[in-house]
């Protein structure tokens, strides 16, 4: 009887340990060779995730079922990720894997779940753009920012001044705590400009505005500052956007929950068909909101 004991365990221990290097991996499948389907997986390490993974193939093949597949591994594993849902399908299956999940842990994981519709109204996330975490630089931030708007709006062909106005006002913007819905009335109230600029430490910046700016004639003033705000007005007095960005503080930290190993979900399949009918390139703001 022991000697059978021994031996079942003895055969047991190598798939065990070939499942705990599997666990410790990402699987991507079961390996094809010569149109055979072989039973020797495809696996990349979790050292090797922070590299650059394209997914490529023609529409049908597999390659959402592919990221649902490793959002499900990362999910299982108690890993973070963000997903961008485009289509709206696999919000869905996210949200059954982590109650799948929850029933065979026996535990409430819904802390570590974060679902953003940004189309909700009821429940509406909150992501200033130029809102910028302790400790890191608003200026390369808003820099940044920018310089997407830029090339997004095409800014480049309207000169220079445009270009320096647009940097130098979401830079006042966010040393005053405000948000992009000020822009207008920071590029027009001279009052409401004036004591915006005083809480400005960049002297640099103060000065532009006290100096240069506010010494133009009113049409000198106008011809620089439309580009901006017929470009922003867009989606600023647009209420399925307006509700998102008047917010001064974002909702939750995309830092903090990658830090808890949260899931954050997506989902911009309502989002995504209302930038393209409106083209107003709203969806730009996510990138460096997400990535701050």
């Known amino acids: 009887m022991i000697k059978k004991i021994l031996r079942f365990v003895g055969n047991r221990l190598p798939f065990r340990r070939r499942r705990s290097r599997l666990v410790e991996k990402l699987d991507l499948g079961l390996r094809v060779s010569d149109g055979e389907v ?21 529409t049908g093949t597999g390659k959402s079922s592919l990221l649902r597949w490793l959002c499900g591994q990362d999910i299982g594993g108690g890993r973070g990720f963000v997903y961008f849902d485009l289509h709206g399908d696999a919000t869905p299956f996210l949200l059954r ?12 994981l819904s802390e570590k779940l ?23 630089s608003a200026f390369v931030q808003i820099a940044e920012f920018a310089e997407l708007l830029k090339h997004r709006w095409h800014l480049e062909s309207l000169g220079p001044r445009t270009e320096e106005l647009l ?23 001279p009052s409401f400009r004036a004591s915006c600029v005083q809480h400005v430490r960049n002297e640099e910046i103060k000065q532009y505005f006290e100096t240069r700016y506010d010494k133009l004639s009113e049409g000198m003033r106008t011809m620089v500052r439309e580009p901006i705000l ?56 996510y990138v460096p909101a997400l990535k701050n």
């Open 97 to 108: 894997r982590v109650a799948l999940e929850e029933r065979r842990k026996r535990c409430d």
């Open 38 to 58: 072989t039973r020797k997986h495809v696996v990349i390490s979790q050292a090797r995730r922070s590299e650059h993974i394209a997914i490529l193939g023609k």
């Open 167 to 189: 940097r130098n006002a979401l830079y006042v913007l966010a040393a005053n705590d405000l948000t992009l819905l000020e822009l207008a009335p920071l590029l027009i109230d």
């Open 114 to 136: 974060i679902v953003i519709d940004p189309a909700d109204t009821e429940f509406s996330v909150g992501l200033n753009i130029l809102d910028h975490a302790e400790g890191s």
């Open 230 to 285: 017929n470009k922003t007005s867009t989606f600023t007095a647009d209420p399925h956007f307006r509700h998102i960005l008047g917010q001064q503080k974002a909702t939750f930290s995309l830092h903090e929950a990658m830090r808890r190993g949260c899931w954050v979900v997506l989902n911009l399949q309502r989002f995504c068909c209302w930038c393209i009918e409106t083209d107003c390139g709203a969806s730009l703001t």
